[in-house]
């Protein structure tokens, strides 16, 4: 199982063990050392389970366009990408990942990692 990074760098694949923490995740969307409010993202992929994690505060924060939907929706800073259940976020299968890199637009046609 896995989780996903988007940033400037592009998509990378983070192997896991087990589900992140709240304030794991908090830490990986906001400024280094600065936790941050997390908003969900869903229904923007094929599969509907996908959702995409950032920061609540990216335009106050000047965080820059990291990617974009093929909905048509522009997320800035670094995004987290987890799977959900009916309560709760879950890690990512592979072919999850595969619909994510396949469906996902990034700035300035970043290379996934």
Do not use: R
């Not at 990986?28 to 600065?34: A, D, F, N, S």
């Amino acid at each position: 199982m896995l989780y996903a990074l988007i940033n400037s760098n592009g998509i990378e694949a983070k192997k896991s063990e087990q589900m992140l923490t709240l304030k794991e995740m908090q830490q990986l969307v906001g400024i280094q050392g600065e936790s941050a409010y997390i908003e969900a993202v869903y229904n923007q992929f094929t599969d509907p389970t996908i959702v995409l994690l950032c920061d609540d505060e990216f335009l106050l924060k000047g965080f820059s366009p990291t990617c974009k939907t093929k909905a048509g929706l522009t997320l800035h800073g670094q995004v987290l990408v987890l799977s959900t259940t009916d309560s709760d976020f879950c890690l990512l299968t592979e072919e999850q990942f595969a619909i994510l890199k396949a469906a996902l637009l990034l700035n300035e046609e970043n290379t996934t990692a």
